[in-house]
Structure formats: C-alpha cells, structure tokens
T-cell receptor
Framework: GNSVTQMEGPVTLSEEAFLTINCTYTATGYPSLFWYVQYPGEGLQLLLK?????DKGSNKGFEATYRKETTSFHLEKGSVQVSDSAVYFC?????????????FGRGTQLTVWP | NAGVTQTPKFQVLKTGQSMTLQCAQDMNHEYMSWYRQDPGMGLRLIHY???????DQGEVPNGYNVSRSTTEDFPLRLLSAAPSQTSVYFCASSRDPPNTGELFFGEGSRLTVL
C-alpha cells in the first residue's frame, strides 16, 4: 500500500539549531512528495514539494530532497527560529486510482525556544 | 483573499444529531476534499470531488455525506453523529489534482460529539 512514516515528536530545539525531521514513504507508483506546515490554530499550508526523484524542494530556508533509492524526503533547516514552531506533515500523492488523495504522515510537533 | 472558508469553527453535538459543515472557496478550484485530523493519526481523507456534480469516497467515508452542486461549495453532512466523529475537520481545494498542485486548506472545524 501507500503510506508515510515520520519521526516521532515532539522535537524541541533552541533558536539557530539545525533541524532534521525524517520522512520515509512506501508507494506503489511514482509519488509526488510534500511537506505541509500547520501553525497553531490554522489550517495546513504547503511548505515545499518535489515531484520526481532527486528533485530538491525549498522554501523559507527549509529543504527536502526526493531520494528514491532510500524512499525518503527528510526536511532540514540550518537555523530554526521561534516562528518555525508548528506541526510538520510529510505527505505523498499518486495519480491513477488514488487520484484525489494525499497520504499524510502523523505529523511532527516542533517547538523552538529563544 | 478569502481562500477556503469553513463554518462553523466550533460545534458541540449530542449523539444522534445531524449537522452540516460548510466549505466554500473563491478560487474557482475544481478539486475539493474533506479531511479529518485526529491526534497521532495525521489527516485522513473522508470524501473528495473533482468538479461540480462529481464526488467520491476517501479513506473514511462512513457516517458522512457530501454533494457538489456548485464549484464553490462542498458541504459535509453528518447524518447521525457519534462520539467517534469527534475530530477536527479540514476542507481543502486545489486547481489541479493533488499530485500536480498544492492543496489550500481552510482553518478547520472542531467538532465534539457527546
């Protein structure tokens, strides 16, 4: 089947620390991969995406590289800020019979302290 | 920019009551969907629509009905509420299917069933 596995949270970091949130996936085809972020009290919003192997998505200092050989899409940021505190969701989608569905991971809560 | 608007934001129901969660988008998006978010489980797809007059079931459709009479609106109906339907519900839309574009989420509707 299709699924996404994220590292368990919560993750607590000091400001300017390096962030990695691991994400691996299982897919029956060639997925597109996404990271969504949910700030407190808000809906999810797209952070970055990659649609094929070796693509790197980037936005707001966050990066993730689509690694087909390790079926991974780890999220990284070199220096986190307090404003990055949120829940981060890794997700995948496929075309064909699963058209219309995003498969989400469980989410990773990130808290950044000043 | 209104984007995706959900109402109500909060609702408390008694077991067996019915209600409708409203969702409207002003971006002329063809694709709309409903997800529920439960602790430790990420988001799960309830129903989706690829255009007016077309709906389909997602991963957890039981106990919910949808219709899509216009491009703008995609209401979610709970026919006979159960405590297991206590959750946060998100409506999302996109111009293209999720595997090609990003989803725009509403702010969520928190439902408690007693």
């Amino acid at each position: 089947g299709n699924s996404v596995t994220q590292m368990e949270g919560p993750v607590t970091l000091s400001e300017e620390a390096f962030l990695t949130i691991n994400c691996t996936y299982t897919a029956t085809g060639y997925p597109s991969l996404f990271w969504y972020v949910q700030y407190p009290g808000e809906g999810l919003q797209l952070l970055l995406k990659a649609t094929k192997a070796d693509d790197k998505g980037s936005n707001k200092g966050f990066e993730a590289t689509y690694r087909k050989e390790t079926t991974s899409f780890h999220l990284e940021k070199g220096s986190v800020q307090v404003s990055d505190s949120a829940v981060y969701f890794c997700a995948l989608t496929l075309g064909g019979s699963t058209l219309g569905r995003l498969y989400f991971g469980r989410g990773t809560q990130l808290t950044v302290w000043p | 920019n209104a984007g995706v608007t959900q109402t109500p934001k909060f609702q408390v129901l008694k077991t067996g009551q019915s209600m409708t969660l409203q969702c409207a988008q002003d971006m002329n998006h063809e694709y709309m969907s409903w997800y529920r978010q439960d602790p430790g489980m990420g988001l799960r797809l309830i129903h989706y629509s690829v255009g007016a007059g077309i709906t389909d079931q997602g991963e957890v459709p039981n106990g919910y009905n949808v219709s899509r009479s216009t491009t703008e609106d995609f209401p979610l109906r709970l026919l006979s509420a159960a405590p297991s339907q206590t959750s946060v519900y998100f409506c999302a839309s996109s111009r293209d299917p999720p595997n090609t574009g990003e989803l725009f989420f509403g702010e969520g509707s928190r439902l408690t069933v007693l």
